[in-house]
């Protein structure tokens, strides 16, 4: 189900535009717009949900599932050294789109400017 007023849902849709990184019938992922490091993406259930508390373990097992052919598709692109994984749950933990979203930070090492 997508909300109305979740820019996430609109990326999904197609409403707003996003550099795609990765897309089947359950999963879509994207670059963020605001890059942490080359490569940052955002992968993100196509059913929505608040974040990873309120989502039905079946929607998070299929997310999780396809993390590493993403990171693959990363990895293939960016040649990182390795990679971060964050997931911000409620405003107090920095999460501003209410749409459950993990973040893969690639990271290149010292001077990657992600800290
Ligand atoms: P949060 O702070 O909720 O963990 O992460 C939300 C992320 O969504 C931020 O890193 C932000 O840059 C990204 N973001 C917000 N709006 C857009 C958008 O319209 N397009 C893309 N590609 N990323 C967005
Ligand atoms: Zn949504």
């Known amino acids: 189900m997508s ?3 979740c820019i996430f ?3 999904i849709a197609g409403d707003i535009p996003s550099a795609k990184v990765y897309e089947d019938e359950k999963v879509y992922a994207f670059l ?3 890059q942490v490091t080359k490569g940052h993406t955002l992968v993100i259930p196509k059913q929505h949900t608040k974040n990873i508390f309120e989502t039905p373990p079946e929607v998070a097992k ?3 599932e396809r993390i ?3 990171a693959n598709a990363i990895k293939n692109t960016y040649k990182p050294l390795g990679m971060n994984l964050l997931n911000n749950n409620g405003e107090a ?3 501003s789109v209410f749409h459950l979203h993990i973040h893969l930070i690639p990271r290149y090492g010292d001077g990657d400017g992600y800290t």
């Open 68 to 70: 590493p052919t993403i």
């Open 9 to 11: 849902c609109k990326i």
């Open 3 to 5: 909300h109305d007023d």
């Open 93 to 95: 933990a920095e999460q």
């Open 62 to 64: 299929e997310l999780f």
């Open 32 to 34: 963020d717009i605001s």
